[in-house]
């Protein structure tokens, strides 16, 4: 359960305490973002349509969208013989000079100084698989540097909770969760940002907190990046730093351990850096939602969105009204169908997850039990595991979506397997705040580490 820098800075209750949050910098960033995309389409080398992949006969043109352009389930079915993380499609997003670099940063208050290169962006569509196992197609931003060395790493940087499909990062021109790909793409790194399943141009709904399912899509985004970066020019080495805030910091641990865990597909993990993630859905998410802890609006969404699509995925209650009251019970599911916004989630819904949920749920909710504690033990469990490369958890002890016990139980489970992992407090911060004050120093330490090779 976790907040995504895909919406705002401090949006919600979390840092506003309204019920609707502003995109930040909406205004600054688009202007920023609508020239460099019109210079990246003017000036790009290749088109899309040669960026097919073989066997692909679709075209398309820089920024479009998902009408009837991407290879959804049937086309995946229609080439038997391309496994998981196979290339379909690149489109490009634009160029971008350092100077439209640090201006997209500055409108989303994130420190620039760390900016030495420009950025070219890439939406890739790829092969994986559903969370059933079964083959389909996910969408991801691929940023490679523009300078520099031709041969270099790449850092998988997972986002947050979205309930749109086109806040996803390779949709939206100012979405600040492209924040992660110009920063570290911008110094020396390729980065792969996943969209996850049922978001950007992938087909279906989202598998929200679905450990198994984004980490098969986040192995999948960095394969199809390899073979990106080498029909663009480029090359990447077999180092991977892995990052990502929120959910995505709950997702990084994750893909990390996937990483190490004797199937390295390739890839050689450098260094861990998660932001804010959820980590401790059982023992300190789930109570922080209750007891205050967690603000009213991030609460009702993250526990609205978690029990309807993890019902999706096995049987929590046979009917909606089971788990939520009158007149919301009709009307929740369809909410979390990729096409809602967050601000439709928050305006039909009550205040807070009290009052969605039936008296009955909510106690089950802070005592899990049955197929509910099923569904959260199995996407807790991400830090349970021994690094063999540094880490560091980043957090803020003034976080009202997913508080800092988070970190403090990932460093727990990590010490039990004799790893010393900090939790780096980033101050009186809220969530979103806690990435714009770590997402800078997390650059800095990527470059440390490759430095020490």
């Known amino acids: 359960m976790t907040k995504s820098i895909a919406r705002t800075a401090g949006e919600h209750a979390g840092s506003t305490g309204g019920r609707r949050g502003s995109r930040m910098g909406r205004g600054a960033v688009a202007a920023c973002a609508a020239a460099a995309l019109a210079l990246g389409a003017a000036s790009e080398a290749v088109g899309a349509g040669a960026l097919a992949a073989p ?12 009408s009837g352009a991407t290879v959804h389930g049937d086309g995946a079915r229609s080439h038997p013989h391309a496994g998981r993380g196979a290339l379909v499609r690149i489109a490009p997003l634009g160029r971008f000079s350092p100077a439209e ?15 030495r290169l420009g950025v070219r962006l890439y939406r890739l569509t790829y092969r994986t698989v559903d969370a059933g196992g079964e083959p389909t197609t996910a969408t991801g931003l691929f940023a490679l540097p523009s300078g520099g060395p031709r041969k270099v790493a790449l850092v998988s940087d997972t986002h947050g909770t979205m309930v749109h499909r086109d806040y996803a990062p ?14 570290h793409a911008s110094a020396g790194r390729a980065v792969a940002a996943p969209d996850y399943l049922g978001l950007g141009e992938g087909p279906g709904t989202h598998p929200y907190m679905d450990t198994r399912s984004t980490v098969t899509a986040s192995v999948d985004m960095l394969r199809a990046a390899r073979s990106a970066a080498g029909r663009l020019g480029g090359q990447l080495t077999s180092d991977v730093y892995a990052t990502g805030f929120s959910q995505g910091g709950q997702a990084a641990m994750a ?18 850096a998660p932001v804010a993630g959820p980590y401790d859905i059982e023992g300190e998410e789930l109570p922080a939602l209750f007891d205050g802890r967690v603000n009213d609006t991030s609460g009702l969404l993250y526990a609205s969105y978690f029990l309807v699509a993890q019902n999706r995925l096995r049987p929590l209650y046979a009917d ?14 369809g909410l979390f169908d990729s096409e809602h916004t967050e601000e439709d989630v928050i305006g039909t819904l009550p205040a807070n997850a009290t009052e969605l949920l039936t008296p009955e749920y909510r106690a089950l909710m802070e005592k899990p039990r049955g197929p509910l504690l099923d569904a959260v033990r199995a996407n807790d469990g991400s830090c349970d595991w021994r690094p063999e490369v540094p880490v560091g958890l980043y957090a803020s002890g003034a976080d009202t979506d997913v508080p800092i016990g988070n970190a403090e139980s990932c460093a727990e489970d990590l010490a039990a ?17 806690s990435f714009r004050a770590a997402a800078p120093k997390i650059v800095r330490w990527f470059d440390r580490l490759q430095h020490q090779e």
């Open 255 to 272: 893909l990390g351990r996937e990483l190490s865990d004797g199937r390295s597909y390739g890839f050689r993990l450098r260094g861990l």
């Open 55 to 66: 066997g692909d006969a679709s075209s398309r043109t820089a920024g479009s969208t998902r």
């Open 417 to 433: 397997h004799g790893v010393r992992a900090p939790v780096l407090d980033q101050g009186p911060v809220d969530h979103f705040g």
């Open 101 to 115: 670099v640090r201006d997209f940063l500055t409108g989303v208050e994130v420190d620039d100084s760390t900016v």
């Open 170 to 183: 390779s949709m939206e021109a100012d979405s600040p969760s492209r924040s992660g790909a110009f920063l």
């Open 320 to 333: 909606p009204s089971e788990a939520f009251r009158a007149p919301y019970a009709h009307e929740v599911e």
